[in-house]
């Protein structure tokens, strides 16, 4: 069965240190996979997606993501944390082949600290 | 802004009551899914639609219903209201229902059961 977790729930970092927020997954295949970011008080947003190819992806705000096969993980990197980074992570995954199942983690909270 | 739009922001009743929520698409997606957040149970996926068909059920009680309308807005409706389905409920939208494509979030419906 498809699943992801994120074994993260919070995480705490200084303003301009490095982030890497974890995300495992567990598919038969290759799965399409996604960050989204939830500010305060907001809906999710798409960070970025993996969907084949260059394992490195780049998204939105300067973060990016590695697809590691051998790991089954998708995890998400910024070499340099702003305040306004501030939020809940989620990692989801989508089951290739047409099917309609789409999982969302659990969420990571990040909170930056000044 | 993603284009997604969501009625009513806020909504205050009491239990045993009945209301419904509001989603409009972005213009041109045809898939609506429904999600609800609570701070026990993260995000849960309830409902999709696409092009006004059932396509994937998720934990969806049987006291809720949802439907899409022919002009692709979605209503999500809530009976027999508990304490516990105090929630945020929100509504995404992506151009194809299957699971490769990402969801475009609304900002969400805030339900408070009294």
């Known amino acids: 069965a498809q699943s992801v977790t994120q074994p993260d729930i919070h995480i705490t970092v200084s303003e301009g240190a490095s982030l890497e927020l974890r995300c495992n997954y567990s598919?038969?295949?290759?799965?399409?996979l996604f960050w989204y970011v939830q500010s305060p008080g907001q809906g999710l947003q798409l960070l970025l997606k993996?969907?084949?190819?260059?394992?490195l992806v780049q998204g939105i705000k300067g973060f990016e993501a590695e697809f590691k096969r051998s790991q089954s993980s998708f995890n998400l990197r910024k070499p340099s944390v702003h305040w306004s980074d501030a939020a809940e992570y989620f990692c989801?995954?989508?089951?290739?082949?047409?099917?309609?199942?789409?999982?969302f983690g659990t969420g990571t909270r990040l909170k930056v600290l000044a | 802004d993603s284009g997604v739009t969501q009625t009513p922001k806020h909504l205050i009743t009491a239990t045993g009551q009945r209301v419904t929520l509001r989603c409009s698409p972005r213009?041109?997606?045809?898939?609506v899914y429904w999600y609800q957040q609570s701070l026990d149970q993260g995000l849960q996926f309830l409902i999709q639609?696409?092009?006004?068909?059932?396509?994937a059920k998720g934990n969806i009680l049987e006291r809720f219903s949802a439907q899409q309308f022919p002009d692709l807005h979605s209503e999500l409706n809530l009976s027999s209201l508990e304490l516990g389905d105090s929630a945020l409920y929100f509504c995404?939208?992506?151009?194809?229902?299957?699971?490769?494509?990402?969801?475009?979030f609304g900002p969400g419906t805030r339900l408070t059961v009294t």
């Open positions: 989801a995954v989508g089951a290739q082949g047409g099917t309609y199942k789409y999982i």
């Open positions: 639609y696409y092009n006004g068909e059932e396509r």
């Open positions: 995404a939208s992506s151009v194809d229902g299957r699971s490769g494509y990402e969801q475009y």
């Open positions: 213009s041109g997606d045809l898939s």
């Open positions: 993996y969907f084949s190819g260059d394992t």
């Open positions: 598919y038969g295949a290759t799965p399409y």
